[in-house]
């Protein structure tokens, strides 16, 4: 039966990557109905709301969406339509797949996946200033918060993901050193997850700033990375660039009820409506959406067609190094798909 997946084309460039990734997968045979909605700047100027109720209530019903990037800066009072997304639908874990495609870039043998929890720590919203004397900004606090709960459930997610995925090692990412309390629950609650997998799944504990450097030194030998929530903002930016950068990079959010797959870059402004946008972050975030539908020959296929693509670099986009349009290159990947 055919499976509904709400589509958001999103702003700038999101409409022309996402409808080129609609062809490759209707090309590729998968079974999917696409319930398109509105968000971002196009939902304002047609119901003044960046997140419209059917847009939500669609995500509801199907489970899943794939969104093309959305311009958040829509006017004062918008909070980041991505937060809220994933506040919505409890999307806890991002994850965020970097693997070395293209030639000729300064590293290779790169195929790392980074699980940053999405919901915690830093980036939890509370802060506040502090008055001293006439300044009532004379200091300011952000509080980070980790729960017991969140950090067990965001380490399970990497370690299940490197056993269904063949992967064979988690490096659990902190600050334990120095942020004893926060940082030193989740490195616990990682230790004790980690030993369930003893045999199976690897496990490496490395602190985050020695791990940085270490990524820019031998990314090749990191697999799966968890980490919380600022720190996988951060490295998983890293990571895309060691890569070839956010042209090429994937996201997917998920929750227990809902995953909403994404590019990595955003609405790319300077380049809007030359049709010369690279639609592979999307393409791939399709591919980790048929994956999550459990439709994964066809998530396989789909890739691997990508990649020869890239590969090739025959017919690719100006932003690493071709001519071609968004169109001839997803025509290009169309003509692979029954090469691989
Ligand atoms: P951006 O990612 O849109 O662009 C940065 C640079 O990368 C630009 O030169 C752009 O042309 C290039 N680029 C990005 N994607 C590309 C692609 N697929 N093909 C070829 N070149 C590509 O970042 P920027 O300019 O900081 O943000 C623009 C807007 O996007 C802002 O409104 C921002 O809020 C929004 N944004 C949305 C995101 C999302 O919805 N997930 C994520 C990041 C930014």
Not at 144 to 153: D, H, K, L, M, P
Not at 258 to 281: C, M, R, S
Not at 286 to 295: E, I, K, S, T, V
Request: charged share 25%.
């Amino acid at each position: 039966m055919s499976r509904s997946v709400t589509l958001i084309p999103g702003d700038g460039i999101g409409p022309s990557i996402t409808e080129a990734t609609v062809r490759l997968l209707d090309a590729a045979r998968a079974d999917i109905t696409w319930d398109r909605q509105l968000a971002g700047a196009a939902a304002v100027a047609a119901v003044n709301d960046p997140i419209p109720e059917a847009t939500l209530e669609s995500i509801r019903k199907t489970k899943l969406a794939l969104k093309g990037p959305l311009e958040t800066a829509v006017g004062k009072g918008f909070r980041s339509i991505n937060v809220a997304l994933r506040q919505a639908f409890d999307l806890y874990a991002n994850v965020r797949p970097a693997k070395t495609v293209v030639t000729g870039l300064k590293f290779s043998g790169i195929d790392i996946v980074l699980v940053r929890e999405n919901t915690e720590g830093l980036y939890i919203g509370i802060e506040n200033y502090i008055k001293i004397g006439d300044d009532p900004m004379a200091a300011a606090q952000s509080m980070a918060v980790i729960t017991r709960f969140g950090s067990e459930r965001i380490i399970r997610y990497a370690f299940e993901y490197a056993r269904t995925h063949g992967r064979k090692k988690v490096t659990l990412v902190h600050k334990a050193n120095i942020l004893k309390y926060s940082q030193g629950l989740f490195l616990e609650v990682g230790r004790a997850v980690a030993k369930e997998y003893a045999g199976s799944i690897g496990c490496e504990e490395k602190i985050v700033d020695a791990c940085a450097m270490e990524l820019v030194m031998r990314p090749e030998r990191f697999d799966v990375i968890v980490t919380t929530n600022l720190f996988g903002d951060i490295l998983s930016d890293l990571t895309s660039g060691l890569v070839g950068g956010l042209g090429l990079t994937p996201g997917a959010n998920i929750g227990k009820d809902a995953a909403i797959f994404e590019a990595v870059h955003g609405t790319a402004p300077d380049i809007v409506g030359k049709g010369i946008a690279n639609p592979t972050a999307v393409m791939l975030a399709a591919c980790q959406l048929l994956d999550h539908m459990g439709d994964t020959e066809r998530a396989a296929r789909v890739k691997g067609a990508i990649e020869k693509t890239l590969l090739e670099k025959k017919i690719v986009t100006a932003d690493i190094g071709g001519t071609a349009s968004t169109d001839q290159f997803t025509d290009a990947v169309i003509a692979n798909l029954g090469a691989v």
